[in-house]
């Protein structure tokens, strides 16, 4: 069973920085690709950005240049860092870990607001 736990979220001015953090249990954290992804209210959730066992990563378009998404194996732990926030960006940020081709886990969600 893995669990995943996301911490880093709250208010933040537009135009500010605010880094996610997601811890995992469990073995073989450092296998499986790793996510975040968003939803803001009356709204599907949505790729944030990935990255996979060997650190590619992937984000969506929206994010790119603003957002870095990293890992740390050794502490079983997934981050995003997120630079020049918008309102647009305010949502619940969840963690997500691809356990295989069906099966996913989440964290319980952080929130981030930006506004002033």
């Known amino acids: 069973q893995v669990q995943l736990v996301e ?5 933040v001015q537009p135009g500010g ?19 975040w992804y968003r939803q803001a209210p009356g709204k599907q959730r949505e790729l944030v950005a990935t990255i996979t066992s060997g650190g590619r990563t992937n984000y ?23 630079n020049s926030l918008k309102p647009e960006d305010t949502a619940a940020y969840y963690c997500n870990l691809k356990y295989s081709f069906s099966v996913d886990y989440w964290g319980q ?7 002033s």
Request: proline share 2%; glycine share 12%.
């Open 7 to 11: 911490s880093g979220g709250g208010l």
């Open 17 to 35: 920085s605010l880094r996610l953090s997601c811890a995992a249990s469990g073995r073989l954290f450092s296998i499986y690709p790793m996510g």
């Open 60 to 82: 969506a378009d929206s994010m790119k240049g603003r957002f870095t998404i990293s890992r740390d194996n050794a502490k079983n732990t997934v981050y995003l860092q997120m």
């Open 109 to 115: 969600g952080t929130q981030v607001t930006v506004s």
